[in-house]
Structure formats: C-alpha cells, structure tokens
C-alpha cells in the first residue's frame, strides 16, 4: 500500500477542513508539508497539528501568506500534489470585497504558478463552496456542480457573506482557467455547511452557523433548509480527488440537505437537555437553499461514510469536549 504515498501540500492547515486533511493524510502515511499564516507575535499554538499522530516525523509546516503568493514555493517544492484550502474570510467586510477577492485569486494563481515550476506536481485540488453555486437570479429546487453563482446579483443583493462568495466564485473560476490555459492538472471540490469534529483552535464558523440556536442565536441565514456534508468525508474526497485517475472540472461534494425543523427535531431526540424551540426554528423560512446533488462526485467511485446523526452527534460532542456548549 506504499505505492501512491509521498508528499502532498495543503495549504491553510491550521482551518477546520486544512487541518483535518492533515490529519487524515498523516493517517494515510503520507508527507504532509502544510501552510499556516504569518504569527509575528508567535501567539498561534501549532500543538493541535504537531501533536498528531505520525507528525514529529512527516509534517513539515511553512509560514505562507496569500498576500504574497511566493511565499508558497518552499511549501509547494517536492509535493506530488497540492490541496489549496486557503482562503481570505472576511466576514465582517473589513476589507473591500474588490480588494479580498483579488488577494484570493492572485494567492491562488500564484500557487498554481509555484505548482507548475516545481517539476513534481501532478495534481492540484482547490477548495471551492456552496455559494460558488447556489447563487443565481431564478431558484432551483436541485443544481449540480454546472451551476455558477451570479456574482453581479451577489453585489447588487448583499445577502450574508456576499463578498466571501464572489470571492470563492472568481477564484474558482480562475484556477479552472489557469489549468486548462497551462496545462496543469486543476479540478475543484465543493463542500457545503461542513460539520463534525475539529482539532483546530477555534470553533470553525460552519459548525457555529449550523449549531447556532444550540448557542443562543438566530439563523444568520435565515434559510429553511440547510445543505451538509462531515468534515472527515470532506477530506477524503480531497484525498480521493487527488488520486482519481482522470477527473474533470468541479465536484459538490454534499451528501444531505434537511430543513430546520428536521436538524431542530434530530438534535433534541438525541440531546433533550438542550431545550430548543422547535417554533423558534420554524420562523426561518424566508431563503430555501437548493439541494446541492453529488451525483458526479459518487459516479465517479467516491462513497460518503457518515449519517446525518452522525455529523451532528461528532459536531456537538466535539464543542461540548471544548468548553463551547
């Protein structure tokens, strides 16, 4: 099984998905070199990527910055494969949307500029989302990985994180193009609301916005609906990707969607302490998110290993084990 084995880089590791990659690729028996943010005041504690199994002797980690896109080449250099999961967030718009959106494409372009000079890379794997999909001007019920969401709708609407889709939208578009123009061997993964366990420091935002009336707070979606997939699968899709002999373009990678209700009713049969209002939840009906189908992604071998239970039952032992609930 050593065979297919080598180096593979994964940028953003210290995010929820980089970080679980990480982990499951040390797992694998891989060579991880991984990317983390400049920390001039060394406040960052990297014992939740060093202390994994198989690290002190096959994870390298690099100081990265998508601001300055050559800082990846010493990461990128001997990898056979490349996971970009690195991503400006800006949430709170502290930045113009212009200014975070070309930030992540010139990253991502200058990744792929590093992966085409290292001589040894022969496949990259970039990290999309959802809301490079779903956002179009007429609703669908159903969309697969074709759809493209309308960034000018994005600026005119400014649903919640409009500027993190446009980003995710132009970038993923770019990268395509990049590939296809150079040569280089691109394809895209699609995650949606991803949930499950997280070995990163801070309770990541997808597990936050799902669980939010679990933590006092309203549906900042206001969606009736919500589409998931477990982190773990997540990451093995990436893994899979990696290694599929002839994959093309995007891939969603989402395996459920259930509204409100259903997660409310779900969450309060396994946990009854919990108390919520399922009438509470109900009032979330104004944004029907479309179901999000993997069809392409399972048509191509690729099967989804965790239930819906499963995904909530890893999420919230996970927070409750971390102090967060």
Same mark, same amino acid.
């Given at each position: 099984?050593?065979?297919?084995?080598?180096?593979?880089?994964?940028?953003?590791? $210290?995010?929820?998905?980089?970080?679980?990659?990480?982990?499951?690729? #040390?797992?694998?028996?891989?060579?991880?070199?991984?990317?983390?943010?400049?920390?001039?005041?060394?406040?960052?504690?990297? $014992?939740?990527?060093?202390?994994?199994?198989?690290?002190?002797?096959? #994870?390298?980690?690099?100081?990265?910055?998508?601001?300055?896109? +050559?800082?990846?080449?010493?990461a990128i250099e001997g990898c056979f494969g490349v996971l970009h999961t690195a991503t400006p967030f800006d949430i709170e718009l502290k930045e113009p949307e212009e200014v975070v959106t070309q930030? /992540?494409?010139? =990253?991502?372009?200058?990744?792929?500029?590093?992966?085409?000079?290292?001589?040894?890379?022969?496949?990259?794997? *970039?990290?999309s989302s959802a809301s490079a999909v779903y956002r179009q001007e007429k609703e669908y019920d159903v969309m697969d990985e074709s759809y493209w969401s309308d960034e000018n709708l994005l600026r %005119?609407?400014?649903?919640?994180?409009?500027? *993190?889709?446009?980003?995710?939208? #132009?970038?993923?578009?770019?990268?395509?193009?990049?590939?296809?123009?150079?040569?280089? %061997?691109?394809?895209? !993964?699609?995650?949606?609301?991803?949930? =499950?366990?997280?070995?990163?420091?801070?309770?990541? $935002?997808?597990? *936050?916005?799902?669980? /939010?009336?679990?933590?006092?707070?309203?549906?900042?979606?206001?969606?009736?609906?919500?589409?998931?997939?477990?982190? %773990?699968?997540?990451?093995?899709?990436?893994?899979?990707?990696?290694?599929?002999?002839?994959?093309?373009?995007?891939?969603?990678?989402?395996?459920?969607?259930?509204?409100?209700?259903?997660?409310? +009713?779900?969450?309060?049969?396994?946990?009854?302490?919990?108390?919520? /209002?399922?009438?509470?939840?109900?009032?979330?009906?104004?944004?029907? !998110?479309?179901?999000?189908? $993997?069809?392409?992604?399972?048509?191509?071998?690729? +099967?989804?290993? *965790?239930?819906?239970?499963?995904?909530?039952?890893?999420?919230?032992?996970?927070?409750?084990?971390?102090?967060?609930?």
């Amino acid at each position: 099984m050593e065979e297919g084995k080598g180096s593979v880089c994964v940028t953003g590791g $210290s995010g929820f998905i980089g970080s679980w990659i990480v982990k499951r690729l #040390l797992e694998d028996g891989y060579t991880v070199h991984t990317t983390i943010r400049p920390d001039p005041d060394a406040k960052g504690d990297l $014992s939740f990527l060093t202390n994994l199994p198989g690290a002190s002797e096959k #994870l390298k980690i690099f100081i990265a910055d998508l601001s300055n896109p +050559e800082s990846f080449n010493e990461a990128i250099e001997g990898c056979f494969g490349v996971l970009h999961t690195a991503t400006p967030f800006d949430i709170e718009l502290k930045e113009p949307e212009e200014v975070v959106t070309q930030r /992540s494409i010139d =990253g991502a372009l200058g990744i792929l500029k590093a992966c085409l000079n290292s001589k040894t890379v022969k496949r990259v794997v *970039y990290t999309s989302s959802a809301s490079a999909v779903y956002r179009q001007e007429k609703e669908y019920d159903v969309m697969d990985e074709s759809y493209w969401s309308d960034e000018n709708l994005l600026r %005119d609407l400014k649903p919640f994180a409009w500027a *993190y889709s446009i980003s995710k939208t #132009l970038t993923e578009k770019a990268v395509l193009e990049f590939g296809e123009k150079h040569g280089l %061997d691109v394809v895209t !993964l699609i995650p949606t609301f991803v949930l =499950g366990p997280f070995i990163c420091p801070t309770l990541p $935002s997808s597990v *936050y916005v799902t669980l /939010s009336f679990l933590f006092g707070e309203k549906n900042p979606f206001g969606a009736s609906r919500l589409h998931m997939v477990h982190v %773990d699968d997540i990451a093995r899709a990436h893994i899979f990707l990696l290694h599929h002999p002839n994959p093309k373009g995007r891939y969603n990678c989402s395996p459920f969607i259930a509204n409100v209700e259903e997660i409310a +009713e779900l969450i309060t049969a396994k946990y009854p302490n919990f108390q919520i /209002s399922v009438d509470e939840v109900k009032k979330f009906h104004d944004v029907k !998110l479309p179901h999000l189908v $993997s069809k392409k992604l399972m048509e191509a071998g690729f +099967e989804f290993k *965790y239930s819906m239970e499963e995904m909530f039952v890893d999420a919230i032992e996970c927070c409750k084990q971390k102090g967060y609930l």
